[in-house]
């Protein structure tokens, strides 16, 4: 595979089930990240596919509904990455921090193009098509402050600012897709663990 089609994959549980629509969401994906959202039209993606524009709109009526299509999948499976760290985490809520950072860097690293996308676009979308993308990062907010909140109430956790600390822990990943790229002297278990630790030292606990 190579660095593009890596880069730009999508997640092969919410893959679209036609192909065509799969390779719309990809090309799209690729497009957005390298020239933003309102820059592409619907047209220099179908050039792109080399399809015609009408076999374009008959599985995205809009740029806006493919682009909502998109952040959906990339907030979904964003979402489930963390509810299966928790659960990993079994019941510390230390066990549980770590489980769930660990998910959010691999997650952010495992689809650094779609995760750009999502994060710097979403925004664009108009308040109806957006929602349903800020309904699922409230959703994987609270999972975070939940465990951070468990942590203070059972002394685990030194917290002086819980909000604070919850949207610094959450943020660190965001970041990777537009820096990290891996190499013999930093993979991404290597920035996953690094990003563990600094959130043990956020909340309190040195490894």
Request: hydrophobic share 45%; charged share 20%; proline share 6%.
């Amino acid at each position: 595979m190579n660095e593009r089609s890596s880069s730009s994959r999508l997640p092969h549980a919410r893959r679209a089930t036609r192909p065509t629509e799969a390779r719309i969401q990809r090309e799209a994906t690729e497009l957005f990240y390298e020239r933003g959202f309102h820059a592409t039209s619907m047209r220099d993606l179908a050039s792109a596919l080399e399809i015609q524009p009408s076999a374009l709109y008959a599985s995205f009526p809009s740029k806006n509904q493919l682009l909502a299509e998109l952040v959906r999948v990339g907030h979904e499976v964003h979402l489930a990455s963390l509810r299966a760290g928790l659960l990993a985490g079994g019941s510390d809520p230390m066990e549980q921090l770590r489980a769930v950072v660990r998910a959010n860097a691999q997650m952010h690293m495992a689809y650094p193009h779609l995760a750009v996308v999502v994060n710097d676009e979403l925004h664009a979308l108009p308040p109806e098509l957006g929602e349903p993308g800020f309904a699922l990062r409230r959703q994987a907010v609270a999972l975070l402050t939940d465990i951070v909140a468990r942590g203070i109430a059972l002394g685990r956790f030194q917290v002086p600012h819980p909000a604070v600390t919850v949207a610094a822990i959450g943020a660190m990943s965001l970041r990777l897709p537009y820096w990290f790229q891996a190499s013999d002297y930093l993979t991404p278990e290597d920035v996953a663990e690094a990003q563990v630790e600094l959130a043990a030292r956020m909340v309190g606990v040195v490894q």
